[in-house]
């Protein structure tokens, strides 16, 4: 017997129509024998504008209100999906968060899954019904309703799909699959048949927004087998349709590429503090306050030291933080001790990624020489065993990602750009 989860984004749940056929897909899993729970998102849109109506009641809501406002999205599609599939004949029903329940940390808007009771659905699923669970929401002490934080309802379907030992999690969205850059940009990317966990986690977080990163993460903790693959393709025989998300033993040499795939990110702002002094304790003046602000740093560069005792540092926040980062400094300025501050937000991070490079040298230099023969200037770096990161001027985003894909061979062969 098959246990399989399929979860279905919020552009696959916008509206009855689209319903119906992911119903269709539900039922064709169904009648292959296949024991299916189901996870959907909202409505595309419906969230936002469910977190609109409570800035809107108050600029201080209440955290556990919020929850109970944005988790009806779920609900609604819950409730529709299990009674679309009646009516094709397939026995259906819901389960909300706090029916199962779903018991997570007290967290309100960005709360942890931490235990999931499966008895009533693994006995709902043994008589072949199919259990649809409205992802994004669950439980906290008290009684009291939570969600995941955005994007949360991938980390329903996988943290489902560990609970009840699924064999499979598929995760249906408006994309085909995890390619090797974005193919806006890159019309010669193609589909990545497998990506690791640890490749796929570094291509989530720096810009490829496939999956919630945290979805991967406990699926590379739980061993869950993970498929993106889209609901806007018709059903075929093919069993891995998609792109498989999976542990680095399940890749075959073969198909291993040095670089799996390049990723961009234009959310974070450039800040450089000028003429700190170079003493001991300079840096953690600097990052002590923005951490107490609750301010992720990315990247981080330090000058050498001028003749003057001074150097530069530079770093990266998110844009949207920036505002926050620079009140943050100047309050901080008498203890740091820097002249002035610097900031931009025209600066955009490029990622290349592959487990490849673990065992090759020479990464970093191919992306350097590609970068520097364009013209494009290296504002930072940051490295990790599977990735090279630079930062650059936004405007050369595309240019960027387009020379490096063909620099590290990546370009589709058989489709002309
Ligand atoms: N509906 C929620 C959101 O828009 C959760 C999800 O779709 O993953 O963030
Ligand atoms: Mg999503």
Redesign the pocket.
């Given at each position: 017997m098959t246990r399989i989860v399929m979860k279905f984004?919020?552009t696959s749940m916008a509206g009855i129509e689209r319903i119906r056929i992911v119903a269709q897909r539900v039922k064709r899993e169904w009648e292959m024998g296949n024991e299916v729970a189901v996870v959907v998102?909202?409505m595309?849109g419906?969230?936002?504008r469910l977190v609109n109506f409570c800035r809107e009641a108050s600029s201080l809501y209440d955290p556990r209100e919020y929850d109970v406002v944005?988790s009806s999205?779920?609900q609604v599609t819950s409730g529709l999906l299990a009674i679309a599939l009646q009516a094709i004949g397939v026995p259906a029903r819901s389960w909300m968060g706090w029916q199962l329940p779903i018991r997570t940390s007290d967290g309100h808007a960005s709360a942890r899954i931490e235990d999931i009771d499966t008895q009533a659905l693994g006995n709902s699923l043994t008589n072949r019904e199919v259990a649809v669970i409205p992802?994004?929401q669950g439980l906290a002490s008290g009684e009291r309703v939570t969600?995941?934080?955005?994007?949360?309802?991938?980390?329903?379907a996988v943290a489902m799909a560990a609970a009840m030992k699924a064999d499979r999690c598929d995760i249906y969205t408006d994309v085909d699959g995890v390619y090797t850059t974005d193919p806006r940009i890159v019309p010669r990317a193609r589909k990545l048949k497998r990506v690791t966990y640890e490749e796929m986690l570094e291509l989530a977080s720096v810009g490829a927004k496939v999956l919630?990163t945290r979805s991967v993460g406990l699926a590379m903790k739980e061993g869950v087998r993970v498929q993106v693959l889209s609901s806007f393709v018709e059903a075929t025989d093919d069993p891995e349709p998609g792109t498989l998300i999976v542990g680095e033993e399940e890749i075959e040499d073969m198909e291993r590429q040095l670089i799996t795939g390049i990723a961009h990110d234009k959310s974070e702002a450039k800040v450089t503090l000028a003429e700190v002094p170079d003493r001991p304790g300079a840096v953690a003046a600097i990052f002590g306050p923005l951490a107490e602000a609750n301010i992720n740093v990315d990247m981080i560069v330090q000058n050498i030291a001028h003749t003057t005792g001074s150097t530069d540092v530079t770093f990266t926040v998110p844009r949207a933080e920036l505002a926050r980062a620079l009140d943050t400094l100047e309050k901080s300025r008498g203890e740091i001790g820097f002249s002035k501050v610097i900031h931009d937000p025209r600066v955009a991070k490029i990622s290349v990624v592959g487990v490849g490079m673990r065992s090759h040298a020479g990464v970093a230099s191919r992306m350097f020489d590609t970068l520097g023969a364009r013209g494009i200037n290296i504002l930072a770096i940051t490295t990790s065993e599977i990735k090279v990161s630079v930062l650059i001027e936004e405007d050369y985003t595309e240019l960027a990602v387009r020379v490096l894909h063909t620099a590290y061979g990546l370009d589709a062969e058989d489709e002309a750009a």
């Amino acid at each position: 017997m098959t246990r399989i989860v399929m979860k279905f984004g919020g552009t696959s749940m916008a509206g009855i129509e689209r319903i119906r056929i992911v119903a269709q897909r539900v039922k064709r899993e169904w009648e292959m024998g296949n024991e299916v729970a189901v996870v959907v998102s909202a409505m595309a849109g419906e969230t936002d504008r469910l977190v609109n109506f409570c800035r809107e009641a108050s600029s201080l809501y209440d955290p556990r209100e919020y929850d109970v406002v944005v988790s009806s999205g779920e609900q609604v599609t819950s409730g529709l999906l299990a009674i679309a599939l009646q009516a094709i004949g397939v026995p259906a029903r819901s389960w909300m968060g706090w029916q199962l329940p779903i018991r997570t940390s007290d967290g309100h808007a960005s709360a942890r899954i931490e235990d999931i009771d499966t008895q009533a659905l693994g006995n709902s699923l043994t008589n072949r019904e199919v259990a649809v669970i409205p992802g994004f929401q669950g439980l906290a002490s008290g009684e009291r309703v939570t969600t995941l934080g955005r994007g949360g309802s991938d980390t329903s379907a996988v943290a489902m799909a560990a609970a009840m030992k699924a064999d499979r999690c598929d995760i249906y969205t408006d994309v085909d699959g995890v390619y090797t850059t974005d193919p806006r940009i890159v019309p010669r990317a193609r589909k990545l048949k497998r990506v690791t966990y640890e490749e796929m986690l570094e291509l989530a977080s720096v810009g490829a927004k496939v999956l919630q990163t945290r979805s991967v993460g406990l699926a590379m903790k739980e061993g869950v087998r993970v498929q993106v693959l889209s609901s806007f393709v018709e059903a075929t025989d093919d069993p891995e349709p998609g792109t498989l998300i999976v542990g680095e033993e399940e890749i075959e040499d073969m198909e291993r590429q040095l670089i799996t795939g390049i990723a961009h990110d234009k959310s974070e702002a450039k800040v450089t503090l000028a003429e700190v002094p170079d003493r001991p304790g300079a840096v953690a003046a600097i990052f002590g306050p923005l951490a107490e602000a609750n301010i992720n740093v990315d990247m981080i560069v330090q000058n050498i030291a001028h003749t003057t005792g001074s150097t530069d540092v530079t770093f990266t926040v998110p844009r949207a933080e920036l505002a926050r980062a620079l009140d943050t400094l100047e309050k901080s300025r008498g203890e740091i001790g820097f002249s002035k501050v610097i900031h931009d937000p025209r600066v955009a991070k490029i990622s290349v990624v592959g487990v490849g490079m673990r065992s090759h040298a020479g990464v970093a230099s191919r992306m350097f020489d590609t970068l520097g023969a364009r013209g494009i200037n290296i504002l930072a770096i940051t490295t990790s065993e599977i990735k090279v990161s630079v930062l650059i001027e936004e405007d050369y985003t595309e240019l960027a990602v387009r020379v490096l894909h063909t620099a590290y061979g990546l370009d589709a062969e058989d489709e002309a750009a």
